[in-house]
């Protein structure tokens, strides 16, 4: 702990003090309190301050309209104000007035600030030479003050968003927001389905009934397209189940039953791996054209989802296929200490293209799935947390490495024995699963690990000129490296993923440390600057290096309704029982479904 510099103290007066010269019992007695309040010690009297501050706030925050007229400027205020009096030991490392506030506020502060960075971030100047280094600097430790300005900001973003898919792209799968058009990609309302959970979580009943009539009226899934096995389970059969959880609502049972008994032909294979692709109107299956692989993520993480629907239609069936997969996949030869290669033949069931170990694209969820359907069958299936405790153990063996110059723990890649510092945003879910491990009795090594590779991920951010995450990152590792990240030309996209802001939510509520919070912040003023188009709805772009051209791709992914939205505001949130976490797991389209009730 450092010594509270004399800067961080803030001095109270009293008007009228030492003017004599009245002598009623009431001046007596104001004389008197302020003897006793001089002889109180320096705690006592920040002890006694804090608590009427708190007070104060608490006044404030039950007077509704008082609350309307100040909220941002005045939270903020105080906010500030009460880090600077009692709890901000790191202060004087940190640009504070660079951090936070409303983007009323934010706009102010960053014209005054010696930046030129259009955006808030956390860097360290070398005062030396006057040049600008990226690092990573404690964070100061927080007093929360409720932020209802933040649940607000996300619900407007939600709005937007909503708007622009209801105008341009109401009822098809994915909104094109500059081109005011829509993407069909199964022709099933993916946006619409994806976002319904997401409306009632947020509290938005006007949305959420228009999109529920579409789905009761409108959607059907009684058409000749071929959909994506992994994609549609996790999009459409998880939201309508999460959804039917949520709402009580039997239209949304319906319409998962119907989905997940037309999505059954995938599996009639020789191997009963799965094929990629059904064909949902006639009830054929096939690999990709290109060959007969699976990807081992795609197979391996459906498995809540039809277990849930069996337990809620007593159909054994839907359970039995996605078990076979992972008993299969346990017994396989071929994994690196856990660790899975990233694609399976549906032929022979063995895995192919091996050599290369990676928790990104094709293999993430495999981990996560070990993990939450151990959770979700209430801890009994100790195989699968096994998998998962040695998966752990064998990304901490071949894939764990520190960044040059500023020591940012990364999970990189293996490629036939080479180790490559290369990380895909996707592998950000991982900080957010560690912790719920951790939370869920596993070794707390693991959340030591959450929170440094919770660091890497926000640097990930941090360190783009937009702040905002490249697709993928390359990290240094030299001894003289200048920078920690690197980002090769075709990495600079940002599809609106979730990862990041998914494992802050978790990172928050398991810690309840509030830079979490405040990075969660940040990344939604970015999304908001560099991403949202004005007509209605948020595009990918395809360069964060580029605050002046991030260069729009033309495209609102489903899951930025489904998931960052979502966990955005159950970041914000600090209501416990908002999805509480000991009795809904996500999936990994972050549709929360039910923890199992234990039956003994
Ligand atoms: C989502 O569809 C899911 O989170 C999936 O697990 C990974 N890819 C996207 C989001 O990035």
Not at 18 to 43: A, D, M, P, V
């Amino acid at each position: 702990m450092h010594p509270q510099s004399r800067q961080d103290y803030v001095s109270v007066s009293f008007a009228g003090q030492g003017n004599g010269g009245y002598n009623n019992s009431k001046q007596w007695r104001r004389k008197s309190c302020w003897r006793k309040w001089k002889q109180l010690s320096r705690l006592q009297r920040s002890l006694i301050l804090f608590i009427l501050v708190i007070l104060f706030i608490c006044g404030i925050a039950s007077y509704p309209v008082f609350i309307a007229q100040l909220r941002g400027i005045t939270l903020y205020t105080l906010n500030i104000l009460l880090k600077r009096l009692f709890l901000c030991n790191h202060l004087p490392q940190r640009k504070l007035s660079n951090k936070r506030g409303p983007p009323i506020l934010q706009n102010r502060i960053q014209k005054k600030g010696n930046t030129s960075d259009t955006v808030a971030r956390d860097k360290v100047v070398d005062s030396k030479n006057g040049k600008k280094e990226t690092g990573v600097i404690s964070t100061c430790c927080v007093l929360f003050v409720p932020d209802a300005s933040r649940l607000e900001a996300v619900q407007e973003a939600f709005r937007h968003a909503w708007k622009g898919y209801k105008d341009f792209a109401w009822g098809h799968d994915e909104l094109r927001p500059v081109s005011k058009s829509y993407n069909e990609w199964f022709g099933l309302g993916l946006t619409l389905i994806d976002a319904m959970d997401t409306m009632w979580i947020l509290g938005l009943k006007e949305e959420f009934e228009e999109a529920k009539a579409w789905v009761a009226k409108e959607l059907t899934f009684d058409k000749n397209v071929d959909v994506n096995l992994f994609e549609s389970t996790i999009r459409i059969l998880g939201g309508l189940l999460s959804t039917y959880h949520l709402t009580g609502d039997i239209v949304f049972l319906d319409k998962a039953k119907d989905i997940g008994s037309r999505l059954m032909p995938a599996f009639n294979t020789p191997s009963k791996i799965p094929y990629s692709d059904v064909n949902i109107g006639k009830g054929t299956a096939h690999p990709p054209r290109w060959t007969s692989d699976s990807t081992v993520a795609e197979v391996t993480s459906i498995q809540l989802e039809f277990r849930e629907l069996s337990r809620l239609t007593q159909e054994p069936l839907y359970e039995a296929v996605v078990a076979e997969i992972m008993k299969q996949v346990h017994k396989l030869d071929g994994k690196l200490d856990g660790l899975v290669p990233m694609f399976i033949n549906t032929n022979n069931g063995q895995f192919t293209h091996q050599g290369i170990y990676t928790l990104g694209a094709r293999a993430d969820s495999y981990y996560e799935y070990l993990l939450k359907q151990w959770i979700q069958g209430g801890k009994k299936e100790n195989q699968l947390l096994d998998d998962y405790l040695q998966a752990i153990e064998g990304v901490k063996k071949n894939l764990l490495q520190k960044s040059s110059p500023n020591g940012l723990i990364f999970v990189g890649e293996v490629s036939h024995g080479q180790f490559s510092p290369k990380m895909d945003h996707l592998v950000c879910f991982l900080p957010g699963t560690l912790a719920l491990g951790a939370h869920n009795g596993l070794p707390a090594d693991h959340m030591d690990l959450a929170k440094k590779l919770m660091k890497t991920c926000y640097q990930m951010y941090v360190q783009m000129e937009t702040g905002l995450s490249p697709e993928i990152v390359h990290f240094n590792m030299h001894q003289g490296s200048t920078r920690d990240i690197d980002v090769k030309l075709a990495d600079r996209h940002n599809l609106l993923r979730p990862e990041t802001v998914e494992s802050l939510f978790y990172l928050y509520r398991f810690t309840k440390d509030h830079k979490y919070q405040d990075w969660g912040w940040e990344i939604l003023q970015n999304f908001n600057k560099y991403t949202k188009v004005s007509s209605g709805g948020y595009t990918s772009i395809n360069n964060v290096r580029d605050p002046d051209y991030p260069s729009p791709k033309d495209k609102m992914e489903s899951f930025f309704l489904g998931e960052t939205l979502k966990y955005l505001y159950l970041l914000f949130s600090d209501e416990p029982d908002l999805i509480n976490l000991d009795k809904y797991v996500f999936n990994t389209e972050a549709h929360p479904l039910p923890i199992w009730p234990s039956t003994v």
